[in-house]
C-alpha cells in the first residue's frame, strides 16, 4: 500500500479513519443552520482546487480500501451490480467518461492509450492493466459497467430516457444508504424515489425530473445527500439489514463519537453521447463525530441541523433511535455562536 | 368490485376499468373475480362478436378459490384455456406472446398477483408494459419478496409475516416491483430481535 | 439563455447540392478537435446572423454519430419559410465560422426494441441516417420505408439501397408508389418499435393507422420540427424585465425577447422540449399555440406559453420574463 491511500476497512475491525487533509476536504453538506429538502442542483464544473469539487470523478485516499470492499460486497452478493441487455451502450458510455476524467485529472495514477477503437487501460493502485475493444464487450472480463465501477469510488445508476421520464435500468450498488438495486431496476424515477417521504408532497420529484430530462452533454449537475451511519459500514443494504441494522442499538455516550458517522453522498448527473442515457453517480463519504467536531463550524451547524430536523424525515434517514445520544454528544461542541454562511470551514 | 385500493406511495400499482380498444388480435388473461371484469369489458364492445372471434382467453381460479370457468367458457371466444394454475398457465402464455404481432391489446383481470405475473411476461416479450389493460377484481392478498433472501411468499394475509423461505419476521410495504411482480417485505425486528407485533389481517 | 451547456466553434468544411431542394453542410470544430459522439436521431441548432437577424433553427444530425471529425446536416430550402433555410442556401459556404449548440435528442431510437420499423417522408429521412449508421454498428435490426417525390429528390436513397439493400424499400410520389402502411403495421413482431418524420400530414397518417390497428402509444415515435411560423407583428409587454416589443412577422417571439436582451431559457427552439415554457401575466385576445408542448387544458387556459413557436393576435399580451 502506498502512501497515498489508506490501508483500512469498512467492515469487521472497521479500521476507517479520515487524516486530517481528508477532514479539511470533507463534503460537509449544510451551507446553514437547517436541513429541508431541495432539487438543489448547481452546474458539476472544475471547483476549488484540493475539494472534492476539483475533478469530476474525486480519488481520495481512501480509493483502494474502498474497492477492496466493493469486491468482498460483489463475492458475497452478485446481484448488486446488474445490467438490463440494452443498458451495455450506456456502460461503455460511462466507462469511457470515467476513463478519459481519470487519464486526464489522476497522470501519475491513471492512464488511457488509444488507436482508433483499440484501447489501452492502467491504473496504477489497483495494478490493473488492460488492452480492450471499445465496444465488443467480449475484450474486457466483464462488461464495461461492472469493469470500470469495480475501479472507481461510488455508486452509479444508469438511467435509460424514454416516454417523458427516467427509467433505472442498471447499476453498480454496493454503497448505499439503505435501497435494494435488485429491486429498484426497471423503476420510473418517481417509482425509484416513492419511499422518501415528504418530497413528493413538495414536488420534489416533479422538478426534478422535468430537469433532467433536459440535461445536455458536457453539462453536468452535482447535489448532496446525506444520513447518519453507525460505524464506517460502506454496505448498508437493505439486503444486509438484519445484520447492521441492530448496531444502532449499541451505541453508547462512550463510543459515539467514535462509531458514530455523518455520511454525505455528492450526486453527480450526467447526459451519456452514445446512448442518450443519464448516469447518476453517488459517492459515499463518510466522518466520524470526532472527526467533524474538529471543525467548530460544522460542530455548531451539525449539532443544530440534527436538533431541528422533523421526526418523520430522522426517522427516515433511520436515525430517530439515537437522535437523543448525537443531540446530547453535539451540543457539547455548540457554544450558540452564529455560523457563517456556506460549506466551508473558517 | 376492486378493492379500490387508498392512495398510497407512487410505486404502489394503479388498476383502471378495461374497456375495448382496437386491435388485430386480442388476449385476456384472468383469475378468479376477473373473469366478471371480462364479461363486461366484452359486452361493451362494439362489435362483441367479431372481437371475439379475434380473442384467445386465458382463466385460473382466483386464491380464494373464485372458478368463474363456465361463464367464461360461454362467451364463445375463439380460443378458452383454463389452467389450475398461474405456474401451469405460463409456457401457454409465452408461447401466445411469442407468436402476437404488434397490434394485440392486452387485458389483465383479477388478483394482483396474476395481474403482475401475467404483465412480466407481457414485458418480456417485449411490448411496453403501458399497452397492457389491468383491472383490479377480489382478492388483495399479495405476492411479497424478502429483500433479504430474494424468496417470493404467495397469498401473504398479514403483516408482518413469516418468510415462507428463510423464516425472518417481515413488515410489508406499499414498494413494488413490475419486474419481480412483489411487493418487498423487510425485517421487522432487526433493531430489536424478538419484539414483533402482531399480525394483522391485511389481505383478504 | 440555453440551459448551460458549451456551444460548438465551428467552421463550414463543405457545402454539397444534393438535389433541387436539399443542400448538405459539413462543419468542423474551428480548434482540429474531435466532436463530440451523439446518439442517432440527435439534432443541433445552428446559429446565423442572417444580416443582423440572429437565428437558431434546429436541424437533425444525419452524419455517422462515431464520425467525431465532422457534423453533417442537410438542410430543404423553403422558398415560403421565414428565412432561416434560404439563408444557408444563399450564404453559408465553405470556410464561414458558425456555432452549434451539444447535440440534444429529443428523437432517440428505444434501446429495447427488437425491431425498428421506420417511416421517412422527404427531407424527414435525416435523422434516420444517423440512427441507421448506429444500429448497423450494434447490429441492430431495422427496416426503413422512404417516401419521396421523385428518385431525384429522394436524398441519400442511392447510398441507403446500396448498403442496406433488403432493409430500405422506397416509395416515389410520381410513379405513383405509395406505402401499404395497414399491411406493414399489421406484420410486425412484438417488441417492434415504429418512428416516423416527415410532413406534418404523413406523421398523422401513420399515427392514426397506428393507433386504429392496436400499435400502444410508447411504441410509436414521430419528430417533427415545427418552423415558428410567419405571422401579423405583435406587442407583448416583458413584465418582470419592464420593456415591451414588437415581434416581427418573420420573427419568432423567442427571437423577439432575446433582441430584446433579455435572458430566457431555450433548448430545441422548435415546440417539443419545453424548456422556453414561459407563464402568461394577462391575455386580451388570441395565443396562437403552436407547439407540441403544451396540454389541451394548459393550451385552452392561457396561462403558458411556448414562445419559441407560438404567436398572439390581439389587444395585449404580458409575459413573465
Known amino acids: 500500500m502506498s502512501l497515498d491511500f489508506n490501508d483500512e476497512t469498512f467492515r469487521g475491525d472497521f479500521t476507517f479513519r479520515n487524516s486530517a487533509r481528508a477532514i479539511a476536504r470533507f463534503p460537509f453538506p449544510f451551507p446553514e443552520d437547517g436541513y429541508m429538502y431541495s432539487v438543489n442542483m448547481e452546474p458539476h464544473l472544475p471547483g476549488k482546487p484540493g475539494s472534492v469539487f476539483e475533478h469530476m470523478f474525486d480519488v481520495d485516499e481512501h480509493y483502494v480500501a474502498e474497492m477492496r470492499d466493493r469486491a468482498l460486497v460483489l463475492a458475497e452478493d452478485p446481484l448488486r451490480c446488474q445490467s438490463l441487455p440494452h443498458m451495455t451502450l450506456a456502460g461503455w458510455d460511462l466507462l469511457e467518461l470515467i476513463m478519459d476524467a481519470k487519464a486526464r485529472d489522476y497522470p501519475q495514477w491513471f492512464s488511457l492509450t488509444k488507436e482508433g477503437n483499440r484501447w489501452h487501460w492502467v491504473n496504477r493502485p489497483l495494478q490493473i492493466e488492460q488492452s480492450f475493444t471499445f465496444l465488443d464487450d467480449t475484450t474486457l472480463p466483464c462488461g464495461p459497467m461492472e469493469y470500470i465501477t469495480r475501479q472507481t469510488q461510488g455508486d452509479f445508476t444508469l438511467q435509460d430516457q424514454r416516454d417523458d421520464n427516467l427509467w433505472i435500468e442498471a447499476g453498480m450498488v454496493t454503497t448505499q444508504a439503505d435501497w435494494s438495486l435488485d429491486f429498484d431496476i426497471g423503476m420510473s424515477f418517481h417509482e425509484w424515489h416513492a419511499p422518501v417521504p415528504l418530497a413528493h408532497e413538495m414536488r420534489v420529484f416533479d422538478r426534478a425530473l422535468k430537469f433532467l430530462l433536459n440535461l445536455q452533454l458536457g453539462a453536468p449537475v452535482r447535489r448532496f445527500n446525506w444520513t447518519m451511519t453507525v460505524d464506517p459500514l460502506l454496505d448498508t443494504s437493505p439486503e444486509n439489514y438484519p445484520r447492521w441494522g441492530p448496531t444502532k442499538t449499541t451505541m453508547t455516550p462512550e463510543t459515539i463519537g467514535h462509531r458514530q458517522h455523518l455520511r454525505v453522498e455528492l450526486q453527480t448527473l450526467h447526459r451519456l453521447p452514445r446512448s442518450n442515457a443519464i448516469v447518476f453517480p453517488i459517492r459515499c463519504y463518510l466522518i466520524k463525530f470526532e472527526e467533524l467536531v474538529t471543525v467548530p463550524k460544522w460542530a455548531r451547524r451539525l449539532h443544530r441541523v440534527v436538533r431541528d430536523i422533523p421526526d418523520e424525515l430522522a426517522t427516515y434517514k433511520g436515525f430517530i433511535r439515537n437522535k437523543p445520544l448525537m443531540l446530547d454528544y453535539l451540543s457539547r461542541y455548540d457554544d450558540g455562536l452564529p455560523t457563517s454562511p456556506g460549506i466551508w470551514p473558517d | ?204 | 439563455m440555453s440551459v448551460g451547456a458549451p456551444k460548438l466553434a465551428v467552421r463550414v468544411a463543405e457545402v454539397v447540392q444534393v438535389n433541387a431542394l436539399v443542400k448538405r453542410f459539413r462543419f468542423v470544430r474551428r480548434d482540429g478537435g474531435p466532436l463530440p459522439v451523439f446518439s442517432g436521431g440527435a439534432h443541433v441548432v445552428v446559429e446565423m446572423d442572417d444580416q443582423g437577424t440572429r437565428r437558431m433553427n434546429p436541424y437533425s444530425l444525419m452524419s455517422d454519430p462515431a464520425d467525431t471529425s465532422g457534423y453533417e446536416i442537410s438542410v430543404r430550402r423553403d422558398d415560403a419559410g421565414r428565412g432561416g433555410s434560404l439563408y444557408l442556401h444563399n450564404h453559408v459556404a465553405p470556410g464561414m465560422e458558425m456555432v452549434l449548440s451539444m447535440p440534444v435528442n429529443l428523437f432517440p431510437v428505444d434501446a429495447r426494441a427488437r425491431k425498428h420499423l421506420m417511416i421517412a417522408g422527404g427531407i424527414g429521412i435525416t435523422p434516420f441516417l444517423s440512427q441507421i449508421a448506429a444500429l448497423t454498428r450494434l447490429r441492430g435490426r431495422f427496416e426503413l420505408h422512404y417516401s419521396a417525390r421523385s428518385r431525384d429528390l429522394a436524398a441519400y436513397a442511392d447510398d441507403l439501397l446500396a448498403r442496406h439493400g433488403d432493409a430500405v424499400r422506397l416509395y416515389l410520389d410520381d410513379q405513383g408508389q405509395v406505402i401499404d402502411l395497414d399491411a406493414l403495421l399489421r406484420g410486425q413482431p412484438l417488441g417492434t418499435h415504429l418512428y416516423v418524420c416527415g410532413p406534418k400530414g404523413m406523421i398523422a397518417w401513420v399515427r392514426g393507422r397506428a393507433g386504429a390497428l392496436g400499435w400502444p402509444a410508447a411504441a410509436v415515435h414521430s419528430e417533427e420540427f415545427l418552423s415558428p411560423p410567419v405571422g401579423s407583428p405583435f406587442q407583448v409587454r416583458l413584465a418582470a424585465s419592464g420593456r415591451t416589443i414588437t415581434v416581427a412577422p418573420a420573427q419568432s417571439l423567442l427571437e423577439a425577447i432575446e433582441a430584446a436582451g433579455v435572458a430566457a431559457p431555450y433548448l430545441c427552439r422548435g415546440g417539443a422540449c419545453g424548456e422556453c415554457e414561459t407563464g402568461v401575466l394577462g391575455c386580451d385576445g388570441t395565443i396562437l399555440h403552436n407547439d407540441h408542448w403544451l396540454t389541451d387544458d394548459q393550451k385552452a387556459a392561457n396561462t403558458r406559453i411556448m414562445p419559441c413557436v407560438s404567436r398572439f393576435a390581439g389587444a395585449t399580451l404580458i409575459l413573465d420574463r
Not at chain 2, 62 to 74: H, I, W
Not at chain 2, 116 to 123: F, K, N, S, T
Not at chain 2, 155 to 163: I, Q
Open chain 2, 1 to 204: 368490485m376492486s378493492a379500490g385500493f387508498s392512495r398510497s406511495i407512487p410505486s404502489r400499482p394503479v388498476y383502471g376499468v378495461l374497456e375495448p380498444r382496437p386491435g388485430t388480435a386480442h388476449l385476456m388473461v384472468a383469475d378468479g373475480e376477473g373473469a366478471a371484469a371480462l364479461t363486461r369489458m366484452i359486452a361493451q364492445a362494439p362489435d362483441a362478436a367479431g372481437m371475439l372471434s379475434q380473442s384467445h382467453i386465458l382463466y385460473l381460479p382466483g386464491p380464494n378459490g373464485t372458478d368463474l370457468t363456465a361463464d367464461l367458457r360461454s362467451l364463445g371466444a375463439a380460443q378458452f384455456h383454463r389452467s389450475p394454475s398461474f405456474a401451469a398457465c405460463l409456457p401457454r402464455l409465452q408461447k401466445v406472446l411469442a407468436d402476437a404481432h404488434m397490434g394485440v391489446q392486452i387485458y389483465l383481470a383479477g388478483s394482483e398477483g396474476l395481474i403482475g405475473q401475467a404483465l412480466r411476461e407481457v414485458m418480456q416479450a417485449g411490448l411496453p408494459w403501458q399497452a397492457a389493460q389491468t383491472e383490479h377484481r377480489g382478492s388483495t392478498v399479495r405476492r411479497v419478496q424478502c429483500v433479504h433472501c430474494k424468496g417470493i411468499t404467495e397469498d401473504v394475509r398479514t403483516d408482518p409475516f413469516v418468510c415462507s423461505h428463510c423464516g425472518l419476521n417481515l413488515f410489508v410495504r406499499d414498494h413494488y416491483s413490475r419486474r419481480i411482480a412483489a411487493f418487498q417485505g423487510v425485517n421487522i425486528d432487526a433493531e430489536d430481535p424478538g419484539q414483533v407485533p402482531p399480525p394483522v389481517e391485511r389481505f383478504a
